[in-house]
């Protein structure tokens, strides 16, 4: 298996508020120039935390209440955009391991899925409720619990909804699917030759 | 009953259905650029695997090459290693590479498709969102992101859950002066940037069989604004007489077969779809951007919105979108001053984007303070309009006519907008900081239409500027 099962997770929350936030805004392209995605946690939002000249705009991230929050809560559509894998990256390098929103772009949420990154959806009212109790106490810790579909903060249970087969992989440590796509070697081979796929000319 | 082309396309390449639910589906043809593949060599090297099927992958640099010089080594220290690693890992793991000045060249979505190696039926993937450009030849064509790229390299596969289809039909015939751009502009105005979230979207009705490829992958290239993860056009005449003769597509009698199994590809008369949305010919005018994201938009014709005439959220949005670009709701878009104008990507850098740009300026010329540039989508782009001289055209109008690459379609190259600067742009994001100045604001809209408020200084209507009277497809 390639990873550890997530069944639940914990940490304190901090929220980005912003719909179609794209993932231009959670890397800026200039930050795209690497050979290698270790770097790219400090540039996590960049252009929307720090002006030109490096001075800071005061935003929620670096808000000391919420320094050390493991748990990103978004809007609508999170993800947008570029498939830059440098946008997952940045934001587990960030030291966040999980993202709560309305929805989320597709390539985006796939992702974060491969990566261990939970993207859970929760429905609009009670996202906000959530986001407006963290807002209130940066403290209170956030479980998130995969098996069992839910949230809990503040002694409140919000539903939330994954993919079916996002929350197996979750659940079974497939997420990381190459040892599973590798293991189909000659099932593959056989519909490259049905497909007469050995080359392009 | 009938099965729809992405269920066709879909079946043929699944190799099993997995634990989790989804399927390990074949990739037909892999697509690799230096910005998100560099990495995923890295990832096997850890991992000790090597390239499965390193023919079918092919690699382009596009993102960070400058188009002002291409000389090695680039000024760029990182781009020029981003390169380099791109280049050795080619070569070590056997992948064919098409470099600056190898006549072949260019964006990756113009490339694949120009040398015939993107062909129907195909599943093509790229870890690159516009990836859907090459469904407009009927494949199944997914941007993914570097560990799927490592996924593909590896077994030359992906893990991936199916997608519901909804056919989107363009019935009627365009005015004068609309064009494919402004097509999709409307379509994802009207479905929302993430009204496509879950779908494949397959665009179909007497607009789009009238298209030309290129005006399809125009379409096709936008359908990830639109929160689609792929779209498509059923393959057709157009389809196969654009491929013949093409580097990478059989000749002969081989042709004549392929044909034959492309035809089978085309969706069913009786095909069922998910959803399916009508659209008026009629309805669609010269669109533009007005906002932060690609379905800000509106009709050159009309005022911008409103933000006092909703309420809550959608007031917000509106609100926040105008104050960044500096316009005040209720004007009309018409007027707004520009400082650049940017004809390129792989949205409008084809051949007939800067064909039907020429026709319109030649004679003319630019505004004075405004800074042009007309980017060519591949080195056989340039190859082309050179032949025809219409580079030229360009010049003598006032535009810079640069070498091939993304250019400021995004700022990972020296072309960047400077400051608050506004861009009317042919490119298809106008993402808060996306042209390379996090304050610069984008103004999306066709070739033709960059090129008329880039005569006039200002968003202008290309059928008043250039007398669109005939038919313009
Ligand atoms: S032209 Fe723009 S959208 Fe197209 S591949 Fe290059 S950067 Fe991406």
């Known amino acids: 298996m390639s990873g550890t099962p997530i069944e639940k997770m914990s940490g304190r929350g901090v929220y980005v508020a912003g719909n179609d936030i794209d993932t231009d805004r959670i890397i800026p392209a200039r930050y795209l120039t690497c050979v290698t995605f270790d770097e790219l946690g400090p540039a996590l939002f960049y252009d929307v935390r720090f002006n030109e000249d490096g001075s800071s705009k005061d935003h929620i991230l670096d808000d000391p209440r919420h320094a050390g929050a493991e ?71 956030i479980i998130i619990d995969l098996e069992h579909l839910q949230v809990i903060c503040a002694n409140k249970v919000f539903k939330i909804s994954v993919k079916d087969s996002v929350r197996e992989a979750f659940l079974n440590a497939t997420y990381d699917p190459l040892d599973t796509l590798l293991a189909g070697r000659d099932a593959i081979d056989a519909v490259a030759a049905r497909l007469g796929y050995s080359a392009i000319p | 009953m009938g099965k729809n082309l992405y269920q066709k396309v879909w079946d043929n390449h699944v190799v099993q259905q997995l634990d989790t639910g989804q399927y390990q589906l074949f990739i037909a043809l892999h697509l690799i650029h230096e910005v998100t593949s560099p ?98 030849f009927g494949c199944i064509s997914l941007g993914i992101g570097t560990s799927q790229v490592r996924d593909v390299l590896a077994s030359q596969t992906l893990a991936m859950d199916p997608l519901k289809v909804r056919r989107i039909r363009v019935e009627g015939q365009l005015q004068p002066g609309v064009t494919a751009k402004d097509v999709i502009l409307h379509i994802i105005h009207i479905l929302g940037v993430n009204g496509g979230v879950g779908f494949a979207y397959e665009y179909a009705g007497s607009v789009i069989d009238n298209m030309s490829m290129e005006e399809r992958m125009t379409v096709c290239n936008m359908s990830i604004e639109g929160g689609a993860r792929c779209g498509y056009v059923n393959p057709d005449a157009t389809t196969y007489e654009y491929l013949r003769g093409r580097e990478r597509v059989p000749g002969g009698d081989q042709f004549d077969q392929a044909v034959e199994r492309w035809q089978g590809y085309a969706s069913d008369f009786d095909a069922q779809y998910d959803d399916e949305v009508v659209i008026d010919a009629n309805d669609i005018r010269p669109t533009v951007t007005w906002g932060v994201t690609p379905g800000q938009a509106i009709s050159i014709e009309e005022n911008l919105p409103d933000p006092d005439k909703v309420d809550g959220l959608e007031r917000n949005l509106i ?155």
């Open chain 2, 39 to 136: 990495q995923a060599f890295g990832m096997l090297e850890d991992k000790k695997l090597k390239v499965a099927y390193p023919k079918r992958t092919f690699a382009t640099v596009d993102h960070i090459i400058p188009t002002d010089s291409q000389v090695r080594p680039l000024a760029d220290d990182m781009a020029e290693k981003m390169i380099q690693v791109l280049s050795d890992s080619t070569r070590a793991h056997g992948i064919e590479f098409f470099a600056p000045a190898s006549g072949a060249q260019g964006i990756v979505h113009v490339v694949g498709p120009e040398l015939g190696l993107t062909q129907p039926g195909m599943t093509i993937c790229c870890g690159d969102s516009h990836t859907s450009t090459h469904g407009a």
């Open chain 2, 319 to 473: 609100t926040d979108a105008l104050d960044y670009m500096q316009l005040t709701g209720n004007q009309p878009i018409k007027g707004t001053k520009i400082d650049v104008a940017f004809i390129g990507s792989c949205t409008n850098g084809r051949l007939s984007d800067f064909q039907a740009v020429a026709s319109v300026i030649k004679g003319r010329k630019v505004a004075l303070h405004v800074r042009a540039i007309a980017v060519p989508g591949s080195e056989k782009v340039d190859k082309e309009v050179r032949k025809l001289g219409l580079h030229k055209v360009f010049e003598e109008a006032g535009f810079e006519w640069r070498l091939p690459g993304c250019s400021m379609c995004l700022a990972m190259n020296p072309d960047k907008l400077i400051g608050d600067e506004v861009c009317a742009s042919s490119s298809n994001r106008n993402f808060i900081g996306r042209q390379g100045s996090p304050t610069g604001r984008t103004i999306l809209m066709s070739p033709v239409m960059v090129a008329a408020a880039a005569i006039e200084g200002q968003v202008a209507d290309a059928r008043e500027v250039f007398n669109f009277t005939g038919e313009v497809a």
């Open chain 1, 71 to 141: 748990i990103l809560i978004s809007d609508d559509n999170f993800g947008c955009g570029s498939s830059r894998e440098h946008a997952p990256q940045a934001i587990l390098r960030f030291g966040l391991k999980a993202v709560i929103a309305d929805s989320f772009a597709e390539i985006f949420h796939g992702n974060c899925t491969t990566l261990g990154v939970p993207c859970v959806v929760m429905a609009f009212e009670e996202r906000k409720e959530l986001a407006e109790l963290v807002g209130a106490d940066p403290t209170l810790d």
